[in-house]
C-alpha cells in the first residue's frame, strides 16, 4: 500500500501544478484503495485499508460481525502515516464486503442480505443487492463481494521442523513422501528436493526457530518455510571459490517464482513451480 502511495504522489503534484484554468487544477487528486489477502490453508485474511470503511465480513453460517481494521490515509494525500495491516480468522465459504461511503447510510439493509445471501452464489447476492440498495439519485455507490475459498486438507502438508541442521534431510525426506502421494513427475520431485533444501537451510542458518515447511498443491507446487526471524533474505552471487551463499540464487534459478512474505512475527520464504503429475487425480 506504501508502494502505491508513493506511486500517485507524483501523479498528484502534477495534477498540483496544472494551469488555474484547467478543471482538474481545482480537483486535487487521491484516492482511496484496501487490499485483501487470504490464506486458504490458514484461513485468515490480512486487511490492509487506505481511506475505504471497514469491511463487512458475514460466515458461512450467516453469522456477522464488525471487525475492527485501522485504516491509514487515502493514497496520494498530504498525511504520511504508515498503513497498518490486521490479520482476522476468516473460515472457507465466507462473505467479504467492501463499499464506500456513500453506501454507508444503508448499513442495516446491507448487512440483513448479506447474511441471507452468505450461502448463495455471489451473482445472486449482487444482484439482490443492487435492486435493494438502489434509489433515484446519482449518487456513485461501490461494493465489492468476495468469496473465500479453501483448499482441501489432502493439498497441503505442513511440518514443524527440527532446529538444527538435521531440519534439512528430513525435510527432503518428508517433501518426496508427499510429492509421491501426489504423483508427481520425478524430474519435478528432485526440483523440489533442491529447494526444500535450500530454503530450509538457509532458515536454518540465518533465521530464528520455530521452522515450519508447507506444499502446497494448487494448480502450482508451493514450497513455504517459515521462522520467526524478521530480517530480509539476501539473493546473492557466490563467486566460484566460496562454499556458501548460493542458496537463493539457486532458487531463483529453478522455481517459476519466488518471494518473501513477513508476519507480525516472523516470516515465510516461498518458491513456485509447474509441475507435470503422473496420473494426479
Known amino acids: 500500500m506504501a508502494r502505491l502511495s508513493d506511486t500517485a504522489q507524483p501523479m498528484a503534484v502534477e495534477r498540483a501544478a496544472l494551469p488555474t484554468g484547467d478543471a482538474l487544477n481545482r480537483e486535487p487528486l487521491t484516492a482511496a484503495c484496501l487490499i485483501a489477502i487470504y490464506d486458504s490453508v490458514d484461513h485468515t485474511c490480512t486487511i490492509v485499508r487506505a481511506g475505504l470503511s471497514e469491511p463487512y465480513p458475514v460466515l458461512p453460517d450467516g453469522a456477522s460481525k464488525t471487525v475492527s481494521v485501522p485504516g491509514g490515509p487515502v493514497l496520494a494525500g498530504s498525511d504520511h502515516a504508515p498503513f497498518p495491516a490486521t490479520e482476522l480468522p476468516m473460515p472457507a465459504e465466507s462473505l467479504l464486503a467492501v463499499c464506500n461511503e456513500n453506501l454507508l447510510e444503508n448499513t442495516p439493509v446491507l448487512r440483513s442480505l448479506l447474511r441471507q445471501g452468505a450461502a448463495l452464489p455471489l451473482s445472486e447476492v449482487s444482484d439482490r443487492l443492487s435492486y435493494a440498495l438502489r434509489d433515484r439519485n446519482d449518487t456513485e455507490k461501490m461494493l465489492l463481494l468476495a468469496r473465500a475459498r479453501g483448499l482441501p486438507a489432502d493439498k497441503v502438508l505442513a511440518v514443524a521442523l527440527a532446529e538444527d541442521a538435521e531440519a534439512v534431510p528430513a525435510a527432503r525426506k518428508v517433501a518426496r513422501r508427499q510429492l509421491s502421494a501426489w504423483r508427481i513427475g520425478e524430474e519435478d520431485v ?25 506444499l502446497i498443491m494448487d494448480g502450482r507446487l508451493t514450497c513455504e518455510v517459515r521462522d520467526a526471524g524478521a530480517s530480509a533474505p539476501r539473493l546473492k552471487h557466490a563467486r566460484v571459490i566460496n562454499e556458501g551463499g548460493r542458496g537463493l540464487f539457486i532458487v531463483e534459478s529453478i522455481a517459476d517464482n519466488w518471494g518473501i512474505r513477513y508476519h507480525n512475527e516472523g516470516r515465510t520464504v516461498w518458491a513456485q513451480q509447474e509441475t507435470a503429475a503422473t496420473g494426479l487425480a
Open 190 to 214: 528432485f526440483t523440489t528436493e533442491l529447494i526444500v533444501s535450500e530454503l530450509v537451510g538457509n532458515s536454518v542458518r540465518y533465521g530464528v526457530p520455530p521452522y515450519r515447511l508447507r
